[in-house]
Each structure stands twice: as C-alpha cells, then as structure tokens.
C-alpha cells in the first residue's frame, strides 16, 4: 500500500498553500540561494559588483537552457545524454561553415537549428519506433555526434561573424545581456509549454506512468519524439551561444554539458524516474552550479576543488530529498 | 486421527477497514493432503501468507506439532520447515536447475570458490526425493511450465520443509502435466510431509485431497473428509451467503443493443470466440474466477491488447483493435482492475489526473483553459464527493476508495456510451462502495451501457441486469438477473473449468 490516508477535509488548503507544500524543497533551495547571495555580497566586493552580477547571468545562459531541454526529456521518463556532443558538433559546423561571414550568419545558423531538430528526431524516432531505451540511445547518437565532429575537425576551426558573437553572447539591449534576454525567454515559453498546454500535461503523464497515458488516449509516441525534437532544438540555441562566446568552432565546446544539465535537473529536485519536478527547481540547480564556477573562479580555487564541491553539493541535496520524502 | 502437524488458531487479520480472516482456525494432520477452497477473496491466500511469515496476523497463535511458534518474516517460516510455491515461480531465469535449486546456499570448497560437484549432489537429492528427472545443468528459462514447478518443488525440498504450500499448483498446467504433479504429490504424503493444497477446481479436491477446509469472506465454513461429502454441498459451502447488503435498483427500461461483440479471439490473451451484445443503459455483470479471461476481456476491447479475430461494433460503427483512442473517441472507457499501476498518474494532482483523458479539448487558441478544466474537475469532486484536501493534492495520498473515484471522474468527464469497470469496489471500505453501486446505476438509468467485472458474487448478483460467466477464456453460460444465483454463477465459473476437453488444454500448452 503506498497510499498513505492524510487527514481528509473538503474544501480548507489555498492555491497558494498546495503552491508552498508540493514545492517546499524548491523555495527552500531559492531560500538558501538568496542567503549564499547576500553572504557572497557582504564579504567579497568583486562579487557584489554588477560587473561579476552580469558575468554571472551571462554564465548562466547555457547551462540554464541546456538544464531546460534535459528538465523536459526527463520529466516524459526519458534522459539525454547527447546534448554535449550536439553541442560541440554544431560549434564546429557553425564556426567552419560561416568562416567569419557576415552574409553566411543566418541562412548557417537556421541550418544549425535543423541540424538540432534533426538529432533529436533521430533520438526520438530509435527510442519510439527502435525501443531502444533513451539512456542507451542518446549514449550511441552522443558517439556518434561527436565523432562527426572530431572527422570534420580536430582542431578549432573558422570563426563567427561580429554580429553573431553580439547578437548571442556580448551584446546589451540597455543594460540587459541578450543571452541573459534569450535564456528568459527560452525559461517563460518552456514553463507555459509545460505547465500550461495538453502538451506539457502530456509530457508529465507520460513520465509518470506510460501505461496510465496510453490507457488515457494520450499519443505517448508522439509526445516521447516531440519531447526529444525540441529538446534537441533548444540545445542547438545553447549550441549556438557556446559559440558565439567562444568566436571559433572548439572541439571541446560542450565538454561536460550533460552530465551538468543532468546534475541541475537532480539537484532542482525533478525526479529521475520522470513526471514529477519543475523548470523552478532546475533554474535553482543552474544558478547553484553557475554560482560554484564563480565564486570558486574569483578566489582563484582551482578547477579540481570545483568538481569536489559540486559533488559534495548534488549528494547533500538528493540525500536531503530522499530524507523528506 | 495422526498428530497434528499443523494448527492456526484464531487468526485475525484486517487490512485497513477490511476483515480478511476473522477468527480462522485452521489445523493439518502430519502427512495428509489437505485441500484449501473458497472463491476470490475468500482469504485463502491470506491465511497462506501468514503461514509463510510473509503477513503478520493481527490476533491469534500459530503451532507446528503442538509447539507455539511465531512465524514474523518468510526466513523464520523457512527455518521452521514451511515452504510455500506460488502461482507466478520465483525462478532466475539465467540460472540452470543446480543453482535455482540452491539459491542462496551453494556449498563452497576451502578456497572460497563454488563446489560444482558438491553443488549438483546436493541439488539431485531433492528431485529423487520427487521421483523426477531434470537435467542440472538446464536454465530455467528453458524449461516448460511444469518443469520450472518441479524445480519450485525441489527448492523448498532442499530447505528441509515438511509443510508445503502449493497456491493453485494447478492453474498453469495442462492435463498431462496434472498427473504429474499428482504424482509428486503422492510421493511427498508417502514421506511424511504434509501439503496444504489450494485450488478451486473442485474435482482435483476429489482426485487428490485426504480432507478440505472450506473458507468463505474470511470465516471457516467447515472442514471434512473429502469422502463425507460430494461436489454439490461443496459448492453450497462456499457460495451461500447471510450477509446483506442493499444494492440499488434500476428504475429505467435497459434499451436497445449498443456493444456487439462476435467471435472475438485472442491466442496471446486466451480469449476464444467471444460473442455477446450489451444494451443501452444496461449493466451486464461479468464473472468468474480469476485467470477466466474477464479483464483480457476488457482490454481487448477496448484496444490495449491485441486481437487475433471477430469483430466489435460499438453504436453501430466497427472498433479497430489496438486501437485506444479510437475507442475513446466513440465513447467507451476503462476503469482499470488495478488503479495505481493502470489508472492513475500517482505523482500528480487531482486536477491533472481528472482531466487527464480530456485535456486535448480544454485547450483554447494554444493554451489549456485552466478556468474551465477547474470547473470540470470540481465538479467532479463535488458530485462524487472526492474528499481531498484540494485540487492540487496530489492523488498518491488520497485513500484508495477517493483514488478509485478520481479514476471514475476522469472517464465520467468524457461523457462515456460504454464503461467497462474492472473491479470497481476492490479494496475499498464499504460506504464508497454503496456511493460506487449508486453512481453505477445512476450511470446505468442515463443510458450509459456498464461491463462490470467482480469477483464478489454477491456485487455480481446484486447490481446486474443480465450476467455472463467466463471461464477458460470462453463465455461459459449466461443468465439472466432472475435466474442467477450464486450457486449457478459458481457451477458455471467452476464447471466449465472442470469439463474443458483434454485437446483444449493441450491445445493451449502448446
């Protein structure tokens, strides 16, 4: 029996209330957040300057839209781990392809856009139509991705038109960052999309239980490879600030990017199982993370120390998940 | 009379709300074959569990020849010599025959490593115990059906049990398999172990038992010897009733044909030739034992399993198996046997898992009208008289007659024609239950057609118009509301079970 009978009264609990205690542990991540914040601020002024604050947010941009897509796939029950490699493979192509044209910026980029929706229907197409689990599927295309890109170049290569490295990285509109400008945008479609649309509830009853969607008419094939397109499509966006920071197509550009996104989603609180969690939670895990870098970058700690704490920061979460639950 | 080997006594068990065992005493003589019977839910699976530690009793004492005991996990029952052989096998498939023999306990030689010979020594002994040969060194996988039993058998042997437990042996063999197991378990009263036999098939009581406990809504009925009494006062033994309980009566006249059902065969669900017709505002009862076919049945029907041939028509336009959202779109629903696994999104709210089967219409331009989904949904809650704490509860938390309704208010918001309701009331305390009979028939009044699969006989006579008995797969007889009685439904159900051909068995076995 896992049903457990609360005490059972009619009306009584607000919105706002069911709001707070299915949330709890999220707000209490932002609450600790803004504390690590304001502790930060007071005892370092290179922190606090709105210089590192911008730096910050701009840091921010792609791990956050990755930990978006990976929020997504894994609240239908699924996983990517190719979005890395999808990262790194379009950085080269993007940068090769544009070779610092002006004219080649758009008609190179929309094709990079494709080539992101392309990936992810060839995941969503082996994991529906093959049923080939998605950790194994997006484990061989993440092989294959990168491989692509290593045949095509091993070393950097070409390089991006100015407007471009503005347009995705280090341009302002006032005194806004645009990426910082896209990665909201990117947030506020993602949560009306999941939270708002038959999609999105789709999305969440085909995580929570396959059996009980399709028993409910809901098209759990359909649902499984549009969540892997777009998921694919908005780690191409991420793809295309990655290079537009970088100027140049870098082998290495999406290094680590999955097992990140994979680790904000965790430490947001989103079940790895699927169906239960929120883009709320994953943003927190971003900034979380993002904050680590920075922090651990301003006082000169070196790159080992930061894997240690980051560690050390997803085992203490889940594990106080796990004792709350 | 020999010693006794086993004896329960005043055993007491609830779960929840809900009396399984009350007061059951139950007692075996040492080497007898003693016979368990009862319909579903009667509590014999129950009274077993506690036997084999796997469920504590509330009240009562438990001693094997004549020593008290207490049997609180399956190892302690283990070690007390009680082993228990369940209808699904607890095989591994990879592992051969030596090594699922002796899970858990192959002797070792010094050096720390598996001793083969040992090994398969000790794995033989048990099946010459039982007169049989296995190769060792086959995987269990490999195996048929009545082998895999076999190595069950020989397993609980190698632990040195001397009460064994077989629950339904026969359910999954064919009948050449049966005399088989007859035999092996001949062989094992000739060695002094005593065996608690469950099974409802009745002639196998005749053909094999020494004496039979009759058990029914978890109170003994009586215990004989089985060649005191005959096939007739069995059954009247487990069917009759005292208990009362009012059901609802219908105050419309049932309407014309809606649901067509001809010839409906499925070899991968063992459906065969199904043929019946379901009107308007009617509630046709489906009964029969467990394993009879009825929700196979249901989910051929409703497209969620495949259909090798015949044909359904549903309002006069043909439904296409395999096919659920078509069965949707013409008006049936599903209400799942099992509502956490097949009818429910545990981790989501009310909200979300009432509109589920609906939420493709609530959507205006691009987004969900989630002013008019609260609306439905509250409305729901309201009429069926959901206690939650709000909409946003989430369902896993509910107990499980409000999860039950929330199932039923998320088909009832697509406005069914036809809903199949497999087991309705299981597990749910007895007020939901008559709220459950009252909305059935109110449904029922509307015009909506009702398939409602029970094991409850009484649910099934009480709250049908008209009643189909399934039994191996097949429609065994129907009856109308006056003339079922349980006893007929029960002869019907069991009967059928006892007169299938030898060729039909083997023609499934194979």
Known sequence: MTSISAPERRAGKSTLQHFVSNNALVLVLYAFLSLAMIGLSIHSSTFRSSLNLWTLARQAVIPGILGIAQTMIILSGGIDLSVASLVTLISLLCAGLMDSRPELFVPVATLMLVVGLAAGAFNGLIVTRGRVPPFITTLGTALLLQGSGLAYTTVPKGGIPKSMGDLFYYGQLGSLPCPVILLVIVFLVMWLILSRTDFGRNVYAVGGSAEVARRAGIPVNRTRMTVFCLGSFLAAIAALVATARMGIGDPLAGMGMELDSITAVVIGGTSLFGGRGSLFGTMAGVIILTLINNVMVIQNVSMWYQQLIKGLVVLLVVAIYKQRA | ?????????????????????????????????????????????????????????????????????????????????????????????????????????????????????????????????????????????????????????????????????????????????????????????????????????????????????????????????????????????????????????????????????????????????????????????????????????????????????????????????????????????????????????????????????????????????????CDIVKKQVEDMDIRTPGLEQQVAYLSGGNQQKVVLAKWLCSAPKCIIMDEPTRGIDVGTKAEIYRLMRQLADRGTSIIMISSELLEITGMS??????????VAGELSRQEATEERILTLAVGEALAAPLEDVADRAS
């Open chain 2, 1 to 373: 009379m020999a010693e006794l080997a086993l004896e329960m006594l005043n055993i007491t068990k609830a779960f929840r709300e809900v009396l399984a065992l009350d007061d059951v005493s139950f007692s075996c003589c040492a080497g007898e074959i003693h016979a368990l019977v009862g319909e579903n839910g009667a509590g014999k699976s129950t009274l077993m569990k506690i036997l084999a530690g796997v469920l504590n009793p509330d009240r009562g004492e438990i001693r094997l020849a004549g020593r008290k005991v207490r049997l609180s996990t399956p190892a302690a029952a283990q070690k007390m010599g009680i082993g228990i052989i369940y209808q699904e096998f607890n095989l591994l498939p990879w592992l051969n025959v030596a090594e699922n023999i002796l899970l858990g306990r192959l002797p070792k030689t010094r050096l720390g490593v598996v001793d083969w010979s040992r090994a398969r020594m000790q794995a033989q002994e048990p099946l010459d115990r039982l007169g049989v040969r296995l190769d060792l060194r086959a995987r269990a996988m490999d195996l048929s059906v009545a082998q895999q039993q076999l190595v069950e058998i020989a397993k609980v042997l190698s632990l040195n049990s001397n009460l064994i437990i077989m629950d339904e042996p026969s359910a999954v063999l064919a009948g050449h398999e049966l005399e088989q197991l007859f035999d092996v378990v001949r062989t094992l009263r000739q060695q002094g172990v005593t065996i608690v036999y469950i099974s409802h098939r009745l002639d196998e009581v005749f053909e094999i038992a020494d004496r039979v406990t009759v058990l029914r809504d978890g109170h003994v009925m009586g215990t004989c010897e089985v060649s005191a009494i005959d096939k007739t006062t069995l059954i009247r033994m487990m069917a009759g009733r005292t208990l009362d309980e009012t059901f609802p009566t219908s105050t419309e006249r049932i309407g014309a044909p809606f649901l067509k059902v001809k010839g409906l065969s499925s070899s991968k669900l063992g459906l065969r030739d199904i043929t019946f017709t379901l009107h308007k505002g009617e509630i046709l009862g489906l009964a029969g034992l467990v394993g009879a076919g009825r929700s196979e049945l249901a989910m051929a029907l409703f497209g969620v399993a495949p259909v090798d041939g015949g044909e359904v028509w549903l309002d006069n336009q043909p439904l296409h198996p395999g096919n659920p959202r078509q069965a949707m779109q013409l008006g049936m629903a599903l209400v799942p046997e099992n509502r956490q696994e097949q009818g429910l999104v545990l981790s989501q709210s009310v909200r979300n898992n009432t509109s589920l089967a609906i939420i493709d219409r609530l959507r205006r331009f691009l987004l969900i009208d989630e002013r008019r989904e």
């Open chain 2, 465 to 474: 118009d008209r009643i189909l008995v399934m039994s191996r797969g097949r």
